[in-house]
């Protein structure tokens, strides 16, 4: 005997295209984390977000636009100065300000827990000298972005360095420096990147000047 009961029907949510560019870039980020970024398809993220190639493509362009808003919105916004702050971590809730070395500390370690992010980052990097390539302007604005960011907190500094309006070359060697770093990490012999850094702070912060400032 048949089935009285109706099912009732799903209702479709709709998102908007922040919320949907968001559950994209979730989907992207762990595709590429389990795959390796020469192994996302478009059509995997599509099956993951339940969206045709077409819908896809409204949000991204093509592959090269999807890795772009991944290095930008899911390796470049994540864990900035506000969100080390947010830890409650004593050396980002200090009355005079927040550690610079402390903050890129936790930068590297919550880095090196997805290193397909790095890797992608890297490639991508890399790729973009092209003055053709799309990601091209982002990466050349890339150094006034992070000075622009930083600029917005409160930084605890020796008073031997001087001011924070003086520290844009220390900045800009910290992140050659990390960058540099993650760049030998994909090469033998296999190195911690926490490990390394260490390495680094002790010449970019060098003691006894910013001893009491970590």
């Known amino acids: 005997m048949p089935s009285t009961t109706q099912e009732t029907p799903r209702r479709r949510v709709r998102l908007t295209p922040d919320e949907r560019r968001a559950q994209i870039l979730e989907a992207a980020a762990r595709i590429v984390a389990e795959k390796g970024f020469y192994g996302l398809s478009l059509q995997d993220v599509c099956d993951a977000v339940g969206l045709s190639q077409p819908g896809l493509l409204h949000y991204v362009r093509n592959k090269e636009?999807?890795?772009?808003?991944l290095v930008e919105q899911r390796y470049d916004r994540r864990f900035d100065p506000d969100d080390f702050i947010a830890t409650g971590d004593p050396a980002a809730t200090h009355p005079d300000g927040v550690s610079l070395p402390a903050y890129l500390r936790y930068l590297v370690r919550n880095n090196a827990r997805t290193p397909e992010l790095i890797r992608l980052y890297m490639v991508l990097?890399?790729?973009a000298a092209s003055p053709e390539h799309p990601a091209h302007e982002y990466f050349s604005q890339r150094p006034d972005g992070v000075w622009w960011l930083y600029s917005q907190t409160t930084w605890r500094l020796p008073p031997e360095v001087g001011p924070w309006e003086d520290q844009r070359t220390l900045v800009e060697m910290c992140i050659e420096a990390m960058d540099g770093v993650q760049v030998r990490l994909f090469r033998d012999p296999p190195i911690e990147l926490e490990d390394q850094w260490a390495r680094f702070e002790q010449v970019l912060f060098p003691s006894?000047?910013?001893?009491d400032y970590r």
Do not use: R, T
């Open 65 to 69: 636009g999807l890795l772009q808003l």
């Open 125 to 127: 990097g890399a790729e």
């Open 208 to 211: 006894p000047v910013w001893d």
